[in-house]
């Protein structure tokens, strides 16, 4: 479609869109780095300031839907925030963890681990699942930026829950290759989703 003039809004979504995964990779360099320098307290500085990324990231990605299909649009949305409340919870924790001050991963913090941590942090990698699908769905331009979203979020938990370092770079540079052409392509105001896909098959 042809590019009409994007809204400050839009340019910063698109930005965000860019920064997130970059500095998503950032911070896994950094936890990864490994000499005992405080390397997790860098790494989960750069995680909030990631996920602050990846929430405008998502609202812009969940924008585009919105005329398509309103509920499934609002439902990412939701379920995006609460992701991303979970990373910055991670972020935080590692911080804190490394000072050894408390580590909500432990045994000893009850519920409040699952509840502030694992519970919101999987719903993180399910919201570019679902957005991936749903782009899909849209038949956005390129296909491929959907499937690369499917496929990070699904390397995400399968990285991070076992702790691979080398398979968690690799799902933050799919992260990459998939939001890199979306974010572009707001900065420039193109449209990249088709409007008549996603209606028909949840209308609302």
């Keep these: ?65 919105e005329n398509l ?5 609002a439902l990412l949305t939701l379920v995006g925030v609460l992701g991303v409340a979970g990373g910055v919870g991670y972020g935080i924790n590692s911080i804190y963890a490394d000072i050894g001050t408390i580590d909500l991963n432990d045994d000893v913090a009850g519920a409040a681990g699952p509840l502030a941590l694992q519970l919101p942090g999987i719903l993180f990698p399910l919201t570019f699942v679902g957005l991936g699908v749903a782009l899909l769905r849209t038949h956005v331009q390129p296909r491929w930026c959907a499937v ?36 572009s392509a707001m900065l420039r105001g193109r449209d990249v989703v088709g409007r008549h896909a996603l209606a028909a098959v949840v209308r609302s």
């Design 148 to 183: 690369a979203l499917v496929v990070a979020g699904v390397l995400f938990p399968l990285s991070r829950i076992p702790s691979v370092e080398i398979l968690a770079l690799a799902a933050d540079t799919v992260f990459l290759v998939a939001l890199l052409p979306l974010g």
């Design 69 to 73: 299909s309103p509920r499934v649009a």
């Design 1 to 65: 479609m042809e590019p009409h003039a994007p809204t400050p809004r839009t340019r910063l979504f698109g930005a965000a869109t860019i920064a997130a995964p970059v500095l998503l990779i950032a911070s896994t360099t950094a936890y990864t780095a490994g000499d005992g320098l405080g390397e997790d307290q860098v790494g989960g500085v750069i995680q909030v300031y990631a996920m602050v990324a990846f929430m405008l990231t998502v609202v812009g990605l969940t924008q585009m839907l």
